[in-house]
């Protein structure tokens, strides 16, 4: 109470003597100084307060015009010097001069040159894209060596700097890891050297592998599950056919509320964005040299955790699809091949009886017709998950033209077309016939001439096997 | 290829058009995705609630931190301004003279140097303004204030730092992923929609005639045009697709911990691969290797340009040169573009990006198409079982 009185008084004094300044007085005087004093603080800090306001303004509105610039300029941007040659290189390899490659190819290479002498970072967008320039040049103007060069280069570049720590961030990495990669493809198509092209697959496919497994707990545990299985087996477990599984089916493929085929938003598949497209073509291309290497046990391999990546990768379901009907030719492939095994020892025992007899030869061509059973019927069953789907699937039964995605089709040609070799290696000739006459007018739809062409060849054995049987069956009467 | 023009409006772009149509009998959807939807996720904003955007969203994460930021400031300022008004100056009885004028005594008094003018008598007063006005009050607001600034503030920080210093981020990269699912997913959905052809005219751009609306090619890239313009729409923008739900905040603490035990691991793997690199056999190039193929060529850039300047134009590939039509993606500039350096660099090199180009060239199909054969020629050829055909995708 006392203080507040005080404070009263003090405001009652504060007011006085500005309402009798004639009656003035030393002692006014002095209290009036320090109220001038106190209204000069005030204003002081009145100044200061609105010098603050300023700044701050001034802050907020270059930081939003930082943000603006940040995020609407365009980043895509070469040194004067560069941009000047490039100018001229796009000039000379557009209408303007009817495409002349010759001339632009000089343009790009002076333009490189320009960006070497300002140090350029050679693994920047800017520096590639010039360099990916030049190759494109080399190869319209038919100089595929060169381009390859060209290719080469940049692949062991980017190797380079994706495996020396801390020259790449982190958030640059899978970037970079897809160019790569499709650097890696390209290279391999022009590519001759098989054994360069496969060491460098190898070398290429395990870097994105270890970028997709720092992101993704779920590639960890699957590793985790498969050395599991390989204890097994090497604990004398056999490999049935039981354990196979496809993975064709609604619950990997999933189906909006028109019953297409669409991706799943809730499957987190971030950890293979955004090089998953190369990734998979990469990993077939492996598969392919393996095949023509004649290593089928490990294109079969290859194929089989990629289909099983694909669908944890969330692939678009055409791919899905089309793998695993790959996935099937490969095992029937396989499968033919322990026949040829088989065939070959029974050769043996033809010329020498007593083979026949030894423990080994028994043992082996028991292992051989089982291994030849299994990856039969696990063919049978990737092709018959494929059909089944599709047939399941009105949208996919009734409109099946109306694809957006021609795997889609394919694959379901594709499988087709694998029930009809299977059934034919069976002799199980009518069906066989049906499949293969339903995989050719499918083929026909999609123009996969390559399906259409192996399938009428098929078609033909068919017939005249039939014939043949026909000739052989005793006639009736 | 065709281009697509609208019927009547030239000018207007389509996304409106197809906004307009959704949302008239869009009513019961648009429940259905309030229904599904769920916060998206982040360190620092959680005070905005609903409002947080999807993380791949930037732009509208740094917008929200701003105003947080500036709020926070707002009221630390506050504080500032509150303890200036309540800091009484505290002086001794014996320098105000007007008080002091019969006395001698000393004692301290304090003063409130801005506020005097303002502040009503307090006998007016009732207790509850009393109690507004008291100083505890004024206390209990500054501290108030210091506590949400401070909060605010140390929120706004972590969100920040969130984005600038992590490198990694599991949200973030769901939020992208799956915006680009989406817009897959919109584009099958808008393609099997079809074209209403009452509604949407599609016309050739070379010739001006109205084509048939089930081409599939019309059809791709009406769907595709549709499924840009949801992308536009700016509530997904702001906030990503609508229904997918963002990991929890567990698995994202996971996720990190994981990464970074891997990423460590791969690191020193690499670290020490780089050691001792002369000791095991080669997985990958060498580095002769390298700097062979680099002096290659270096050496075939100077024997193009020579080449290049001293054949004539066109006679390295001529069949290219010259040729009437426009070469597969081939550069074509406007006609009205009369001068090399009025070339938009940006916009053409980005027109006809080199690694679109390239991502364009290796997309590629692999099929395998195996045939019956007959063990026993198997045995004698062993070869061409198979055909891998390597088939490029046409768009």
């Not at chain 1, 089928?296 to 990629?306: D, G, R, V, Y």
């Not at chain 1, 007899?357 to 494929?386: A, E, F, P, W």
């Not at chain 2, 229904?243 to 035990?261: I, N, V």
């Amino acid at each position: 109470m006392i203080k507040n009185g005080l404070k009263l008084a003090t405001r009652l004094g504060l007011r006085v003597p500005q309402r009798s300044f004639h009656r003035s007085s030393i002692l006014t005087n002095n209290l009036k100084s320090t109220i001038e004093k106190q209204h000069e603080q005030y204003h002081r800090k009145m100044k200061n307060l609105k010098i603050e306001r300023w700044v701050f303004s001034v802050v907020g509105i270059s930081a939003l015009g930082y943000g603006v610039w940040y995020f609407y300029w365009p980043h895509h941007t070469f040194p004067v010097s560069v941009a000047k040659i490039l100018r001229k290189g796009l000039w000379a390899e557009s209408n303007k001069e009817s495409f002349n490659y010759q001339k632009a190819v000089e343009f790009y290479i002076n333009a490189l040159e320009e960006c070497d002498k300002v140090h350029m970072n050679p693994i920047s967008d800017e520096y590639t894209g010039i360099e990916l320039k030049v190759a494109e040049m080399y190869e319209k103007l038919n100089m595929f060596e060169e381009a390859n060069g060209i290719y080469l280069e940049l692949l062991y570049r980017f190797y380079d700097a994706l495996n020396s720590p801390g020259k790449v961030s982190v958030e640059q990495r899978p970037d970079m890891i897809r160019r790569d990669l499709r650097v890696l493809i390209k290279s391999l198509e022009i590519n001759k050297d098989l054994n360069v092209g496969k060491r460098n697959l190898l070398a290429h496919l395990l870097l994105a592998q270890e970028e997709i497994l720092s992101r993704s707990p779920e590639l960890k545990e699957f590793f985790e599950r498969r050395k599991e299985k390989a204890k097994n087996i090497f604990q004398g477990k056999a490999l049935a056919s039981t354990d196979f599984k496809t993975f064709i089916d609604e619950e990997n493929i999933k189906l909006n509320d028109g019953g297409y085929m669409i991706l799943d938003l809730q499957k987190n598949s971030s950890a293979w964005e955004p090089f998953k497209e190369e990734f998979f073509t990469a990993r077939d291309l492996y598969t392919a040299y393996c095949l023509s290497a004649k290593d089928i046990t490990a294109a079969l391999s290859c194929k089989m955790t990629t289909v099983e990546w694909m669908v944890m990768a969330d692939m678009p379901p055409g791919q899905i699809l089309l793998s695993q009907a790959n996935l099937g030719s490969l095992l029937y492939l396989q499968g033919e091949k322990f026949e040829a095994d088989i065939y070959q020892l029974e050769q043996r025992c033809g010329e020498d009886p007593s083979l026949k007899k030894t423990d080994v030869i028994i043992k082996s061509l028991r292992h051989l017709h089982r291994n030849r059973d299994t990856c039969l019927d696990m063919s049978h069953q990737c092709y018959n998950s494929v059909v089944q789907f599709a047939k399941r699937n009105s949208k996919l039964r009734f409109n099946i033209k109306d694809q957006l995605d021609p795997s889609v089709l394919q694959a379901i040609a594709l499988s087709t077309y694998g029930m009809g070799v299977l059934n034919l290696h069976q002799g199980v000739l009518v069906k066989a016939e049906k499949l293969l006459k339903d995989s050719i007018s499918l083929a026909r739809e999609t123009d996969f001439t390559e399906l259409l062409k192996e399938a009428e060849n098929e078609l033909q054995k068919t017939s005249i096997l039939k014939t043949k049987k026909q000739a052989e069956q005793p006639q009736p009467n | 290829m065709a281009l697509y023009t609208p019927p009547d409006k030239p000018s207007s772009p389509r996304s409106q058009r197809y906004e307009a149509e959704e949302n008239k009998g869009g009513n019961n959807r648009e429940q259905d995705d309030i229904k599904k939807f769920y916060v998206r996720p982040s360190l620092g904003l959680r005070l905005w609630g609903p409002l947080v955007p999807a993380s791949d969203n930037k732009m509208g994460l740094w917008t929200l931190i701003g105003i947080q930021t500036a709020i926070g400031a707002l009221c630390l300022h506050r504080v500032r301004v509150l303890r200036a008004s309540t800091k009484f100056v505290s002086k001794d009885i014996a320098n105000i003279p007007s008080l002091n004028i019969f006395s001698k005594t000393h004692g301290s008094m304090v003063l409130n140097p801005i506020n005097n003018s303002l502040k009503k008598p307090s006998s007016s007063n009732s207790k509850l303004t009393q109690f507004f006005n008291s100083p505890r009050w004024s206390t209990f607001k500054s501290v108030a204030y210091l506590l949400t600034g401070t909060l605010l503030l140390s929120q706004s920080l972590l969100e920040a730092s969130r984005l600038k210093i992590l490198k990694y981020d599991p949200w973030y990269e769901e939020a992208r992923s799956v915006r680009d699912k989406k817009f897959f997913n919109d584009i099958i959905q808008f393609y099997h929609e079809g074209i209403d052809p009452a509604k949407v005219k599609v016309k050739d751009a070379a010739s001006g005639n109205v084509m048939s609306t089930n081409i599939p090619e019309v059809k791709q890239s009406v769907a595709l045009v549709r499924a840009q313009a949801e992308a536009e729409n700016p509530i997904i923008k702001w906030f990503g697709p609508i229904e997918y739900k963002p990991m929890s905040f567990t698995e994202y603490l996971d996720r990190m911990e994981y990464h970074f035990d891997i990423y460590d691991f791969l690191q020193n793997k690499r670290t020490l691969k780089e050691n001792q690199q002369q000791l095991n056999t080669p997985i990958a190039h060498t580095e002769g290797e390298l700097d062979s193929i680099v002096r290659h060529n270096r050496e075939v850039r100077e024997k193009t340009k020579d080449l290049v300047k001293n054949t004539p134009a066109g006679s390295i590939a001529p069949s290219e040169v010259g040729s009437p039509g426009i070469p597969l993606r081939g550069i074509v500039l406007d006609t009205d573009q009369q001068d090399v350096d009025t070339i938009d660099l940006n916009e053409i090199w980005s027109l006809y990006d080199p690694w679109m180009n390239l991502a364009l060239d290796t997309s590629l199909s692999i099929k395998f198409l195996p045939t019956v054969m007959a063990p026993e020629n198997q045995v004698k050829q062993n070869q061409n079982d198979s055909q891998d055909d390597h088939e490029t995708k046409t768009e």
